[in-house]
């Protein structure tokens, strides 16, 4: 279930790594954190699980991560 939709710009970069977005938006405390979550399956990336920790997320990709939805443009 979605109770927070957020929208990250990536302004003048081709792409964020997963656990960097996850971070910059403060969804996790710490980058360890991120990296556990995603590990343990809990983030989705355009509707599938999504495991690998560096994967590059670019515009057009939706994560999805308790509860919240972030569209990156």
Known sequence: MINTMLEFDLRDY???PLNDL?????LVGTGGEANLRITYGDVLVNGAVETRKRKKIRAGDVVAFQGTQITVS
């Open 14 to 16: 081709d792409f964020i």
């Open 22 to 26: 996850l971070k910059t938006l403060q």
